[in-house]
RNA sequence: GGCGGGUUGCCCGAGCGGCCAAUGGGAGGGGACUGUAAAUCCCCCGGCUCUGCCUUCGAAGGUUCAAAUCCUUCACCCGCCA
């Protein structure tokens, strides 16, 4: 176990996972036994989104090499705004609202942690439980008495703030919020180690002043870097928005496809961050990669342990045969109904009663959803973008005919060269 | 509370009475080339019952033959003063 605890932050370094830490020498001192940590995951949408996993990963290294880990659902943060990484005022949610998110991101959590484990499970902790009893009379005497405010505008996430739009009291008072959280799970779990995303610096060493002032205790701060794209756009980002784990919000097929695109040079950087494959696997991918990028034998890994992990084996493998026969790499009519339906079945679809008049070419794509509108369907007919089971069709008033549908039930339409969607026959 | 500046399409940002569905950039989409990659080139990018019509320029009224552009009130943001 102590090997594993000493390799840790040598993976993370090769991983490209280290930020800044606090005194590494003395961390890495720290690491030789088991400690507690904390990231928090605040409840900004019904769903954590891939860019979440980054850290979220970083967590479960830490619990693979013994550590105790405690993930933190922000269900008081979440009621406040982090302003760190934003350059202006979040609108406020319901506490309802927040609530029901709170729940689903937990499940979400639970998924990447091991809560059953003898020697170090991982246990849900929620800001709420400690932060709501709290009065404000306390909070400013207990907590607020220790913050400087001239230290509180040095933060970059405040100052960025005061150059631009300004900033709430709500929010300025965040990285109080956040401060407390490490102190009381200091106090609790004798947590050591916060860990976040580069942008959580301020906060995280927010409270490592907190601790210090209060308990006269020594904590410890590891931040990740901001995930980057060799073409320079946002990470974890299409067309439709984020890439959630919800598999309501972004379907299991269009998660896998997500990471079955990932530019070349991107991909093995995330394997790196995003697989627990060994570096001696890893590297054997990227030169099998080199070797013959056409494959993309690495993005098909990358984009099957993923979808293993955040939706289940089955779904993987269902998606992937799916998508398989969906790219023309089979016929579509060759394949039976039973191969047919469960390709279609992560798809967007509509459905059309047998015996009514089947509507035109543009009004089905519009249907389906896989463009926007109507305006948008006869554009991209117009430019040659339709396909009808894989094959191009160019009239705009065109109708589908009963022979369209294979296996008498199903016809696959196509925006593109990847944006499917079904016409079901019912 | 006072004075000044601002609010334009997904984002940034021009326009400052008709030639405006509104310049430009970014993001996004389609095609060609490919490997469901990148780069490159061409095209598109409010909606619809689509050679025309409808709805948009913070909101509501008003002036005008005609308003994103002028006037009034309101809301929100920023700055300075109290």
């Not at 998924?111 to 484990?117: A, G, L, Q, T, Y």
């Not at 931040?223 to 946002?234: E, N, Q, R």
């Not at 001696?280 to 056409?294: D, M, V």
């Not at 459905?351 to 109507?374: F, M, R, Y």
């Amino acid at each position: 176990m102590s090997n594993r605890m000493n390799n840790l932050l040598e993976d993370l370094k090769w991983r490209g996972l280290l930020a800044q830490t606090t005194d590494e020498k003395a961390l890495a001192e720290a690491l030789k036994k088991p400690i507690t940590l904390y990231v928090g995951f605040d409840p900004t949408a019904p769903s954590i989104h891939v860019g979440n996993l980054v850290v979220l990963f970083v967590l479960r290294r830490f619990q693979l090499a013994g550590h105790n880990p405690l993930p933190l659902v922000g269900g008081a943060t979440g009621l406040v705004g982090d302003p760190s990484g934003k350059n202006e005022e979040r609108t406020l949610n319901t506490t309802d609202v927040v609530a029901q998110w709170v729940d689903r991101i937990k499940t979400q959590l639970s998924k990447f942690m091991d809560f059953e484990s003898k020697t170090n499970p991982a246990v849900m902790v929620n800001n709420l439980d400690w932060t709501a009893p709290m009065s404000a009379i306390e909070f400013l005497r207990d907590i607020g008495k220790h913050f400087s405010v001239n230290q509180m505008l040095n933060k970059d996430s405040v100052s960025t703030r005061l150059e631009k739009d300004g900033i709430s009291y709500t929010e300025f008072s965040y990285q109080v919020l956040q401060s407390m959280d490490y102190l009381e799970l200091y106090r609790r779990y004798n947590c050591t180690l916060q860990i976040g995303g580069s942008d959580q610096w301020g906060n995280i060493t927010a409270g490592l002043d907190l601790i210090r002032r209060v308990e006269a205790g020594s904590a410890h701060a590891l931040t990740v870097p901001l995930l980057t794209k060799a073409d320079g756009t946002k990470f974890g980002k299409t067309a439709g928005g984020s890439v959630w784990l919800d598999p309501e919000m972004t379907s299991p097929y269009a998660f896998f496809q997500y990471w079955l695109n990932s530019d070349d040079k991107d991909v093995i950087n995330f394997l790196k961050v995003f697989s627990f494959k060994t570096r001696q696997e890893i590297e054997a991918l990227e030169k099998t990669h080199s070797e013959n990028p056409g494959a993309r034998e690495a993005h098909r890994e990358l984009a099957r342990e993923l979808t293993t992990l955040v939706h289940s084996a089955d779904i993987s493998a269902r998606v992937e045969v799916a998508a398989k026969a969906l790219f023309g790499q089979a016929d579509l009519a060759e394949l039976d109904e039973q191969t047919l339906a469960s390709a279609l079945a992560e798809l967007p679809r509509t459905q059309v009663k047998n015996g009514d008049e089947i509507p035109t070419w543009v009004d089905l794509l519009a249907a389906t959803g896989v463009v926007d509108s109507k305006s948008a369907a006869r554009r991209i007919v117009k430019e040659g973008g339709a396909y009808l089971n894989n094959e191009k069709i160019s009239g705009e008033d065109f109708r589908l005919e009963k022979s369209h549908f294979l296996c008498g039930k199903y016809a696959v339409l196509r925006k593109g060269k990847r944006d499917l969607a079904a016409v079901e026959l019912i």
